[in-house]
């Protein structure tokens, strides 16, 4: 018969779960998502795509700014046996979790205990794993230590960037987490217990975690790349010569061949149409940039930007906090 399920969560991420629930035999009642915001410089406001989503199928939809009485009422108003979730925001406390008759399940972008937090899929490619998954876990007060229902891993591409890495999991988890609504409704799920010792953290991404340094590893370097690309783009500065404006980063990769030493890190190394343009980094490596992104401009493949601005070897890009 299916489970009478409350989806939560507000992000493209959530929205590809909350199909996999509805392809499933279990019953979306009800979704919760963060309200409608204005953003950007016209300040237009924006939908999150789990409420559009919710919109166009006619699912009854909720917007709470936070998980008050008010809003648990509500909630138990769709006499839900179970709450699903994948990046939603609020904080569940022990009121919220008591409301499902089956209590919550979440789906988490890491194979707990790794990389508890806000920021599972961006920490991993910045750490440098080359592993990652999705884990089911039963929603408990502290975040992300619930017991778990299931996990499943997958590879990281060394080219993937946070975007392409967010679209798989979210695959991922439409698959694994209507299974485990079915154990749950079959009574044959069995949560295991998270080892608190082996937990790392993924807390969230602070904005001057975006400023390249070139004084890290080429591939130190790449991984920061990939954690932000596309969206919002780590960043460096123009050579002072060029009034060190931003410049984003979009793709980068290592590049040992071109690297010199006692090169400075952030000294430019290559600038050519046919070779790119490739940057001295940190321990005598050096990284070639694939596509960046000129302040006010279109992103573009890093000839072009060269065509537009007369960068020079030995020239130096610079550092700056968000």
Do not use: W
């Given at each position: 018969?299916?489970?009478?399920?409350?989806?939560?969560?507000?992000?493209?991420?959530?929205?590809?779960?909350?199909?996999?629930?509805?392809?499933?035999?279990?019953?979306?009642?009800?979704?919760?998502?963060?309200?409608?915001?204005?953003?950007?410089?016209?300040?237009?406001?924006?939908?999150?795509?789990?409420?559009?989503?919710?919109?166009?199928?006619?699912?009854?939809?909720?917007?709470?700014?936070?998980?008050?009485?008010?809003?648990?009422?509500?909630?138990?108003?769709?006499?839900?046996?179970?709450?699903?979730?994948?990046?939603?925001?609020?904080?569940?406390?022990?009121?919220?979790?008591?409301?499902?008759?089956?209590?919550?399940?979440?789906?988490?972008?890491?194979?707990?205990?790794?990389?508890?937090?806000?920021?599972?899929?961006?920490?991993?490619?910045?750490?440098?794993?080359?592993?990652?998954?999705?884990?089911?876990?039963?929603?408990?007060?502290?975040?992300?230590?619930?017991?778990?229902?299931?996990?499943?891993?997958?590879?990281?591409?060394?080219?993937?960037?946070?975007?392409?890495l967010r679209a798989r999991l979210a695959r991922v988890a439409a698959e694994l987490l209507p299974e485990v609504l079915s154990s749950i409704e079959a009574g044959t799920a069995r949560a295991v217990a998270q080892d608190a010792s082996l937990a790392t953290f993924a807390p969230p991404l602070l904005p001057d975690e975006r400023a390249v340094r070139w004084a890290d590893s080429a591939t130190a370097t790449a991984?920061?790349?990939?954690?932000?690309?596309?969206?919002?783009?780590?960043?460096?500065?123009?050579?002072?010569?060029?009034?060190?404006?931003?410049?984003?980063?979009?793709?980068?990769?290592?590049?040992?061949?071109?690297?010199?030493?006692?090169?400075?890190?952030?000294?430019?190394?290559?600038?050519?149409?046919?070779?790119?343009?490739?940057?001295?980094?940190?321990?005598?490596?050096?990284?070639?940039?694939?596509?960046?992104?000129?302040?006010?401009?279109?992103?573009?493949?890093?000839?072009?930007?060269?065509?537009?601005?007369?960068?020079?070897?030995?020239?130096?890009?610079?550092?700056?906090?968000?």
């Open positions: 018969m299916g489970l009478r399920t409350v989806f939560f969560g507000t992000p493209e991420f959530a929205r590809v779960v909350l199909e996999g629930i509805l392809s499933s035999p279990h019953e979306v009642v009800a979704v919760a998502a963060a309200p409608d915001r204005p953003s950007g410089r016209g300040r237009k406001v924006r939908v999150g795509p789990v409420a559009a989503f919710a919109r166009e199928r006619g699912i009854p939809l909720i917007q709470p700014e936070k998980l008050d009485k008010g809003t648990r009422a509500r909630l138990a108003d769709f006499t839900p046996d179970v709450f699903a979730v994948a990046s939603y925001g609020l904080i569940f406390g022990p009121k919220s979790l008591a409301v499902p008759r089956l209590g919550a399940v979440n789906a988490h972008g890491s194979v707990l205990p790794k990389l508890r937090g806000a920021a599972p899929i961006e920490r991993a490619i910045m750490e440098g794993f080359t592993r990652t998954g999705i884990s089911i876990q039963q929603m408990a007060c502290e975040v992300d230590a619930g017991d778990v229902y299931a996990s499943r891993e997958i590879p990281i591409d060394e080219r993937e960037n946070a975007e392409s991984n920061r790349v990939r954690a932000f690309a596309p969206r919002p783009g780590a960043f460096t500065c123009l050579p002072e010569e060029f009034g060190s404006k931003r410049l984003k980063v979009l793709d980068a990769i290592p590049d040992p061949e071109r690297a010199r030493k006692g090169a400075t890190p952030g000294e430019v190394l290559v600038t050519s149409a046919k070779e790119g343009l490739v940057v001295a980094a940190g321990e005598g490596g050096a990284l070639r940039l694939i596509t960046v992104q000129p302040e006010g401009k279109r992103a573009m493949d890093a000839a072009a930007f060269l065509s537009g601005h007369r960068i020079k070897q030995g020239q130096v890009f610079g550092d700056e906090k968000a």
